[in-house]
């Protein structure tokens, strides 16, 4: 008997929805609402437009410590690896879009996909 009072209410939820879109489906739940204590980290910052070393070690350097810059020789890109993996994401998130030695960069996860990177 319980099993179909259960296909019961299941179906009769389904078509409680069956109109409603897909954001207003999803269940007003602690685990919807719950937000990580720290971000997501994304170690290391992909910077793209400069490739000076130092600038980058510079404006990289007020929001962690800065374990190591790669720029490779002849590119327009660069990796910044900190040394605590979230101070990563506060510097992507500050950085993108502003100004570094002179240049407009845009800061990306180093970890994804990118076509300038690919080239390479």
């Not at 179906?11 to 990580?36: F, I, N, S």
């Not at 000076?52 to 374990?67: I, M, R």
């Not at 190591?68 to 605590?84: I, M, S, T, Y």
């Not at 993996?85 to 990306?108: R, W």
Request: aromatic content about 8%.
């Amino acid at each position: 008997i319980a099993r179909r009072n259960k296909r019961t209410s299941t179906k009769r939820a389904e078509r409680k929805r069956a109109g409603k879109p897909k954001d207003e489906r999803r269940m007003d739940t602690w685990q919807a609402k719950w937000k990580p204590p720290r971000p997501v980290h994304r170690n290391p910052c992909l910077i793209i437009g400069c490739s000076d070393e130092a600038s980058l070690k510079e404006s990289f350097g007020k929001f962690g410590e800065v374990k190591e810059v790669f720029a490779p020789k002849g590119q327009n890109f660069a990796f910044v690896h900190f040394e605590d993996k979230y101070d990563a994401e506060n510097a992507m998130n500050a950085l993108n879009g502003s100004e570094i030695g002179g240049k407009q960069v845009k800061v990306t996860d180093g970890k994804g996909a990118n076509k300038e990177v690919a080239a390479w």
